[in-house]
């Protein structure tokens, strides 16, 4: 019962955050929030994806060149930062990571 009381809570809160915006289509932010809300993406983003670099099992930390996770994130952000595109950080951040674990020994064939 508690399991059904905290997903109709989340509903609820999830429904009520998003409906506001279209409940009042009058509403304008300041540009302080406007500006801070540039960066949401950015941080959600990076707290999604870090820990899986960092901690590709789930428990313990992995700073080492046999990382596939972590090496492939460093080249992709490299990537990135060099093309400024979309899709060729996609996909070379791919390539990477595959020819990574391949070269490790680390696909699961």
Do not use: C, E, K
């Given at each position: ?15 009520s955050?998003?409906y506001?915006l279209?409940?009042?289509?009058d ?51 490299a ?17 990477v ?10 696909l699961?064939?």
């Open positions: 019962m508690d399991n059904w009381l905290l997903i109709l809570g989340m509903l609820a809160i999830t429904f955050i998003r506001s279209f409940a009042f289509p509403l304008r932010f300041p540009p302080l929030v406007r500006q801070g809300l540039h960066f949401v993406p950015t941080a959600v983003l990076t707290a999604i994806v870090v820990p899986g670099m960092l901690l590709p099992d789930g428990q313990h930390w992995a700073l080492s060149l046999d990382n596939a996770y972590l090496s492939a994130g460093l080249a992709t952000i990537i990135a930062a060099i093309t400024r595109n979309l899709l060729a950080t996609i996909g070379g951040g791919l390539l990571f595959f020819l990574l674990r391949w070269a490790l020994g680390q699961p064939l």
